[in-house]
Structure formats: C-alpha cells, structure tokens
Nanobody, 127 residues
Framework: QLQLVESGGGLVQPGGSLRLSCAAS????????IGWFRQAPGKEREGVSC????????NYADSVKGRFTIARDNAKNTIYLQMNSLKPEDTGVYYC????????????????????WGQGTQVTVSS
C-alpha cells in the first residue's frame, strides 16, 4: 500500500525552526518528483517547494526562499523540509506529495499535477 506520512510539525515561536519529514512506504521515491504544499486556515492550498526526480532542480515559493530547504534522501525513502526563520504567516497544515513523471530535471508546484499525498502535519508559528 502506497503511503506518505508527514511528521515534525508543531508549535514554534517566530524566528524558530522546524524540520518536517515525509516517509514513503509501499513504493520507492527514486522515480517521483516531490512537492511540499501548505494550507492556512481560510486560504487555498499553495505550493511551498518542489524537487525534481534527479534532485538537480529545486524551486521555492517566493515567500519561503532563503528560509526553507527541501531535500530528498532516496536511500531512506524520505523527504525533508527544513524551515528556518519561521513567521506567523507560515502557519498551516503542510503536506508532502509525489508526482509520477518521466521528466527527471524539472518540477512544478502545481498541486493538481501530484498523484499521491500525505495526511498533513500542523505547523503553528506563534508567540
């Protein structure tokens, strides 16, 4: 059974850091592009970051550039999102997702392109 399970969310003060993990089971991540998305209360889901199959192409939303880092560890079948200098506007439910693709060197932060999703993990940035 194909499954993505996020962890690492929680409550953090502004300026703090969190590292989200997304463990895949039932399949190998080697052949999937990966994305992180978030949804704040009352807002639409938005793309945060993505990484290509090869790992050589990475993209970030402008709002998180310079603060967030996406990484994939195919050996551990796990995806990471390191989040630093967190702001209250980063609050939301964070989801990892994978996309079946034969394009190794690109990724896109368009949610409708992704095939499998995790259940989400809550991140709250507040003092």
């Amino acid at each position: 059974q194909l499954q993505l399970v996020e962890s690492g969310g929680g409550l953090v003060q502004p300026g703090g850091s969190l590292r989200l993990s997304c463990a895949a089971s039932g399949f190998t991540l080697d052949y999937y592009a990966i994305g992180w998305f978030r949804q704040a209360p009352g807002k639409e889901r938005e793309g945060v970051s993505c990484i290509s199959v090869s790992g050589g192409f990475i993209n970030y939303a402008d709002s998180v550039k310079g603060r967030f880092t996406i990484a994939r560890d195919n050996a551990k079948n796990t995806i990471y999102l390191q989040m630093n200098s967190l702001k209250p506007e980063d609050t939301g439910v964070y989801y990892c997702a994978v996309m079946v693709t034969n394009i190794q060197t690109l990724c896109r932060m368009t949610g409708s392109l992704y095939d499998y999703w995790g259940q989400g993990t809550q991140v709250t940035v507040s003092s």
